[in-house]
């Protein structure tokens, strides 16, 4: 089974509108982390947000929200007030505190930002 | 923050011969480096982990002879490619992470790498 599974292969939103990216995940692992990286077109890979199995709160940075889940295992990432920079493939990754140094990645999101 | 640098950023080369990459982080000690492969539009593909002071881990399918990674000290993993083939040619990217519970992967930029 797919640690990480991301849905949406590609999607579009207007300027200054919000968007949700969808991301569930598979573990039995009750202490496990939720990782978020934007990748443009240069390549580099962002860190966004984080958000632990163990946090209570959704996690949020800035203009990004984490939709927090647990019980349907779900970490959407929400992107409010969208921006042409914004244009990128959005990856959704995990570490289980069980398989230590390991970080599982899904296949991303393809995010089209439309004047 | 923690920075990764990750260096030549792109290079061409010729079919046979082989190419280093390098990946250091600048302001944090990495016990353990990732390498991946990315091809176009696509996610990001584990090729190995990279152990300070010992072999690397390679996953299944990733040729360690051809693949060849040192992890010399705490900061610095090398990956070279050898005898490199035009089906080598894509984007390599490397990670790190302090060794913190809830620190993310910070990656290098990224090495594009076209063999002619």
């Given amino acids: 089974a797919q640690k990480i599974t991301q849905t949406q292969p590609g999607m579009f939103v ?55 889940q647990k019980a349907r295992k779900s970490a959407n990432l929400v992107i409010s007030a969208s921006q042409l920079g914004d244009s990128a493939m959005y990856f959704c990754a995990m570490r289980e505190g069980r398989s230590g140094n390991q970080f599982y990645f899904g296949t991303g999101t393809s995010l089209t930002v439309i004047p | 923050g923690a920075v990764v640098s990750q260096h030549p950023s792109w290079v061409i080369c010729k079919s046979g011969t082989s190419v280093k990459i390098e990946c250091r982080s600048l302001d944090f000690q990495a016990t353990t480096m990732f390498w991946y492969r990315q091809f176009p539009k696509q996610s990001l593909m584990l090729m190995a982990t990279s152990n300070e ?39 390599y990217i490397c990670s790190a992470y302090p060794d913190r519970g809830n620190s993310p992967l910070h990656f290098g930029n990224g090495t594009r790498l076209t063999v002619t």
Avoid at chain 1, 16 to 22: F, N, P, Q, R, S
Avoid at chain 2, 74 to 81: C, G, I
């Fill in chain 1, 14 to 68: 207007q300027e200054k509108e919000a968007v949700t990216l969808d991301c569930t995940y598979d573990t039995s692992d009750p202490s496990y982390g939720l990782f978020w990286y934007k990748q443009p077109s240069s390549g580099e890979m962002i860190f966004l947000i984080y958000q632990g199995s163990y946090d209570q709160q959704n996690a949020t940075e800035g203009r990004y929200s984490l939709n927090f």
């Fill in chain 2, 53 to 91: 002071g010992s072999k690397a881990t390679y996953e299944q399918g990733v040729e360690k002879d051809k693949f060849l990674i040192n992890h010399a000290s705490l900061t610095l993993s090398t990956l070279t490619v050898t005898s490199a083939h035009p089906e080598d040619s894509s984007f």
